[in-house]
């Protein structure tokens, strides 16, 4: 089974077979800079959020919204999933390669905090994350933003929509620093804010390798 979500069952995450989309790993080339390290992790519970409806190849019941991770290595205890490829079970430990990324996905994430407050908490959470499925699935792809066309859809609640369709607006166009955790063990792909040390420290990299090769000219 070919899969990645945020449905809960008994056993963990799961969902039914998937098409052969490809989005995931188009987003991680467009976006990944550098490889920071590897990172230990388990997902606890998808809180807040709601259990939803979305539509990637088939129609698939899960639940939408924020991951809570337990981990002495991440660098956050939260995530938000980045594609519907792949299978994560609750309470499992799994590696994943940390690579700071930039493109869309880190606008949106850069939301989360003034975003995700109260009233309202759980279909704001799940509203954040159907906007990054998008951003993900379909943006990724070059589609045009519509949670009506495309790779993904989604239509099952419209105060869910009417918020992921108000994150999609206020990032269009725009770029930001993220993490992009990549799975080395075939879980799903997850996605957080940078801490502000690891930009610093990329930006310093930057800036030595920019000397270097002036010396070196």
């Known amino acids: 089974m070919r899969n990645c979500t945020s449905r809960i069952l008994t056993v963990g995450l799961a969902i039914t077979a998937l098409s052969s989309a490809l989005a995931n790993t188009t987003l991680f080339n467009n976006d990944k800079l550098t490889l920071l390290g590897t990172v230990t992790l388990t997902v606890t519970q998808v809180s807040p959020g709601i259990t939803t409806q979305v539509v990637y190849g088939s129609t698939l019941n899960l639940k939408a919204g924020q991951y809570v991770l337990n981990s002495t290595t991440a660098p956050k205890n939260w995530a938000f999933c980045v594609d519907l490829d792949r299978v994560m079970h609750l309470n499992q430990s799994y590696t994943y390669e940390l690579w700071l990324a930039y493109g869309r996905a880190g606008a949106l994430l850069k939301q989360r905090d003034s975003f995700l407050i109260t009233p309202d908490l759980n279909k704001k959470a799940a509203g954040f994350q159907i906007a990054l499925?998008?951003?993900?699935?379909?943006?990724?792809?070059?589609?045009?933003?519509?949670?009506?066309?495309?790779?993904?859809?989604?239509?099952?609640?419209?105060?869910?929509?009417?918020?992921?369709?108000?994150?999609?607006?206020?990032?269009?166009?725009?770029?930001?620093?993220?993490?992009?955790?990549?799975?080395t063990n075939g879980a799903q792909n997850l996605a957080m804010v940078p801490e502000p040390a690891s930009l610093l420290a990329f930006a310093v990299g930057v800036v030595g390798l920019v000397a270097r090769r002036r010396r070196g000219r």
């Open 133 to 183: 499925w998008e951003i993900a699935h379909d943006h990724a792809l070059g589609n045009a933003d519509s949670l009506s066309s495309g790779a993904f859809k989604y239509a099952a609640d419209a105060t869910v929509a009417s918020y992921a369709n108000a994150l999609l607006s206020a990032t269009a166009g725009q770029a930001d620093y993220y993490y992009f955790l990549r799975s």
